[in-house]
């Protein structure tokens, strides 16, 4: 990248499931790296695979990124693009670089099997480079269509990688990949380094799984006089315990995350915060973390994502959240009380519907829990008149100290059930004046209301 340049980035997830929280370290990565370059994101599904990609996950792709907060500059998808990648067929073929195979599944198994008896990697052999041309006709003759491999030349392929430094991979430990299946579709790998090249991506930020397939990618790159971009590997999300994210991990794709009501900002923070060189904590927005995002202090060991720091991390960030940032939501959720009312839960919530109790709490009616009728009606006796404000309940609780000699827990527990049914919750001094003179009257003499 030039000093006048700006990267180009690319988020290629394949619309097979719903996306899940490792698929979104990569997406956000690319986003926030985009975001503090100057950049530009491509969404591109590779829809290839016309059996396992749906409609319903390719649009739910896009609501969840939307969710996030990114907004692709450039969307396209793979199966508008084949008369490109064919194309690049017959230029490979034309170089003498692709070349056809007719081994069957079982027998390319069976070869495998007998290099692993005798010690050796279980490679491709390259036997189909030695057939004639009348033996390519025999099999053709027999019903056999081959498929496609490209040629590496077995070089040691290097790069210098934005995470992870200087990598090399030694091509010839690698079988030749297959780029063309025989009934003519394609693999991951061809079409992914045409789009790249056509759609101009500068820098390509993965997870380390890909560091083998970069190689096969580079070589292949150069084979069709490509620009060779810049590469980030970095660390892998797995689950608390140690396991592999999948898409079958319902609860943790982003839609399930969304339905239990976590925020995205949580999420994003979490999913890229750890593993690297920053303390995770909660983010209030995208920018803020692009400036933390150094892909060169990321760890190399993967990274756990626990459910109970998101947890965690999703109630501090609510607690910061100013009424501004949540009163439309709050109307959708039907809580009213303005600013006064979010002021006096938000400390309180795990999640924004949480919202929801105290404020019917607050309005009513509930059906107070009474442990000593004769003391809550004392205290009702004792309330102030109103107007009440933020110290009604300190002077309210001071004389009903006076007049009954209880003070500490039980004085203030009785009074908390009394009013909200519950045990625990806001602060009362805050939400007294709130509930207001005629509902804490009811409540504490034991009626609805």
């Known amino acids: 990248m030039t000093a006048h340049s700006a990267p180009v980035v690319r988020f290629a997830p394949s619309p097979t499931g719903f996306l899940h929280i490792g698929n979104a ?21 590779d829809d290839t695979d016309q059996v396992r990609s749906t409609r319903e996950y390719a649009d739910a792709v896009s609501e969840d990124l939307a969710w996030l907060g990114i907004e692709p500059d ?14 690049a067929v017959e230029t490979l073929k034309a170089k003498g ?17 007998r290099q692993l008896a005798r010690g050796k990697p279980p490679i491709y052999d390259r036997a189909a ?7 390519r ?5 027999e019903g056999r269509t081959p498929h496609w491999r490209f040629l590496l030349d077995h070089r040691v392929v290097r790069w210098t990688d934005l995470s992870r430094g200087a990598v090399e991979v030694d091509t010839a430990s690698l079988s030749d990949p297959v780029l063309v299946r025989a009934d003519g579709t394609y693999l991951y790998t061809l079409p992914s380094v045409v789009d790249d090249l056509d759609l101009g991506i500068t820098h390509v930020i993965r997870g380390e799984d890909h560091i083998t397939n970069t190689a096969v990618q580079i070589a292949l790159i150069q084979a069709l006089d490509g620009a060779v971009p810049t590469f980030a590997h970095t660390n892998l999300l797995t689950t608390a315990s140690g396991e592999g994210l999948s898409k079958r991990l319902g609860h943790l794709s982003l839609r399930g995350l969304r339905e239990q009501g976590i925020e995205a900002m949580a999420v994003a923070s979490l999913a890229v915060l750890v593993g690297s060189a920053e ?25 756990k994502f ?37 002021l006096a839960v938000r400390g309180n919530l795990e999640r924004l519907a949480d919202a929801r109790e105290w404020w019917r709490v607050v309005a009513g009616p509930i059906d107070p829990v009474i442990e000593d009728h004769a003391f809550t009606a004392t205290a009702a006796d004792l309330l102030p008149p109103e107007p009440w404000n933020a110290t009604t309940w300190k002077e309210w609780t001071n004389a009903l100290k006076a007049a009954t000699g209880v003070g500490g827990r ?7 059930l009394a009013l909200t049914a519950h045990d625990h919750g806001p602060e009362l001094a805050a939400l007294l004046p709130l509930i207001g003179g005629a509902k804490a009257a009811a409540r504490l003499r034991g009626e609805r209301a």
């Open 306 to 342: 626990d459910e109970a720091e998101l947890a965690s991390l999703n109630a501090k960030l609510l607690h910061g959240f100013s009424y501004g940032a949540v009163q439309r939501r709050l109307r959708l959720l039907g809580v009213e009380g303005g600013e006064t009312f979010w």
């Open 410 to 416: 039980s004085l203030f527990m009785p009074l908390r």
């Open 74 to 87: 450039v969307f396209v998808r793979q199966s508008d693009r084949l008369d490109i990648y064919d194309r």
């Open 279 to 303: 303390a995770v904590r909660p983010v209030a927005s995208l920018e803020e973390l692009a400036k933390l995002v150094d892909l060169a202090r990321l760890s190399h060991a993967p990274a």
């Open 129 to 135: 480079l030695s057939l004639t041309a009348e033996q």
């Open 137 to 141: 006709a025999a099999l053709e003759a």
């Open 97 to 113: 670089v692709l070349y056809p195979c007719y081994e069957t599944p079982d027998e390319l198994d069976r070869r495998r099997k």
């Open 25 to 45: 370290r990569p997406a956000l990565l690319n986003w926030l790296y985009a975001l503090n370059h100057g950049g530009r994101f491509v969404l591109r599904l």
